[in-house]
């Protein structure tokens, strides 16, 4: 086959192919499943062929109070190590076709013997057969995020979705709450029964867990809408999405300055945002002073808190750790503190600060300096 034919019939099974939608939270409970339930009921009622082919309502009362009134393709029952479970039955939602199948976990391991060993690859089976599918999944789940999750966590999620089936999504939804709210959910016996709260209290649901998590969820909810823009648009009406970077010093009262300007002008371009810390060797571990590291910690937790991805790097090159952050996260504004130096500094610093200027203008990126 010619590349104009391959192209041609590509271009065909993606039209054929079932739209996608995948609600994200960053941990059980924040209500993904709800979310979905109530939007096939909206569906149905908008004479949409809806039908669930599996839900997990971990007998959450409200959950499971959704269910009543939406079609339920039956699961498939087996039996494993001597107990009898149940199981998408992938066939069963073909050969029916629906218009849209509620399809929930999508990291879920199936069970041995079933045709494929995950979820997410009956989805796909799924989507080429031409049916549309909303689906959920927890930001531990998320291959690429394997690493930080773990860190954050200490836990070792074995069950992970690919980044490409994200990538694959049409619409991607974060499902968000605060860190109080999920709390207080789970105190109320909403998420787990009582007899588990005080241990999950003691282990994932931490306050500063959980702030971490929502921050990879609403980052990894970002990505894809920045992806969607940039594959969506066309070639000459994309726009470079604004992405700012706060280059940091450990000047406390200046960094944490210029932190809380560049959230704000994030906020207002509802842009990523990163906030950079270039450790020289006279700021090594060994050589900085106690209050000065305790102040830098500070800074970037407060960072971490308004939104920003916090980079740390060694060198002892700052402006070239700067453009090579401004390249690899495609940062479209540097944001620094107005320089607060005595005559002496101004000589010996001036030419590093307009090698910088000199660079960032050859990138085509813009430099606020704040003051």
């Avoid at 016996?189 to 969820?217: M, S």
């Avoid at 969607?228 to 706060?246: D, V």
Wanted: charged fraction near 25%.
């Amino acid at each position: 086959m010619n590349q104009s034919a391959e192209h041609f019939l590509n271009l065909l099974r993606q039209s054929r192919r079932g739209k996608f939608k995948v609600y994200i939270g960053m941990s059980a409970g924040v209500g993904k499943s709800y979310r979905m339930l109530q939007e096939a009921h909206a569906l149905l009622r908008a004479g949409i062929d809806v039908k669930i082919g599996f839900i997990e309502t971990h007998n959450r009362a409200e959950t499971q109070a959704l269910v009543d009134g939406l079609p339920i393709i039956p699961r498939r029952r087996l039996f494993y190590k001597g107990r009898e479970l149940d199981e998408l039955d992938l066939q069963a939602v073909i050969n029916l076709h629906p218009e849209l199948v509620i399809v929930d976990e999508l990291a879920h391991t199936n069970i041995p013997g079933s045709k494929n060993e995950k979820r997410w690859q009956d989805v796909v089976e799924i989507l080429d057969a031409g049916i549309n599918v909303i689906s959920a999944v927890n930001i531990q789940h998320i291959e690429s995020l394997y690493q930080a999750v773990r860190t954050i966590t200490s836990i070792d999620v074995t069950e992970r979705v690919p980044d490409r089936i994200l990538q694959m999504a049409d619409e991607v939804v974060n499902i968000d709450l605060t860190a109080d709210e999920l709390i207080t959910r789970l105190k109320d016996g909403k998420i787990y029964d009582q007899a588990k709260v005080n241990t999950a209290l003691n282990n994932f649901f931490q306050p500063e867990r959980i702030l971490q998590l929502r921050e990879l969820a609403l980052r990894e909810v970002a990505t894809a809408v920045e992806r969607k823009i940039e594959t969506s648009l066309p070639t000459n009406s994309k726009a470079k999405p604004e992405r700012f970077l706060a280059a940091i010093s450990s000047n406390h009262e200046i960094a944490r300055h210029v932190i809380r300007k560049t959230a704000r002008l994030a906020a207002y371009y509802n842009s990523r945002w990163f906030v950079l810390y270039v450790q020289t060797p006279a700021e090594s571990s060994d050589r900085i002073k106690l209050d000065v590291q305790r102040h830098l910690i500070n800074n970037l937790k407060l960072a971490t808190e308004l939104g920003a991805e916090v980079i740390q790097v060694k060198s002892n090159n700052i402006v070239n750790s700067i453009m090579d952050e401004v390249e690899k996260r495609n940062v479209t504004t540097v944001c620094i503190g107005k320089p607060h130096l005595t005559l002496i500094q101004i000589i010996l610093r001036t030419s590093a600060f307009n090698q910088l200027l000199t660079k960032l203008s050859g990138s085509h990126t813009d430099l606020i300096i704040l003051s």
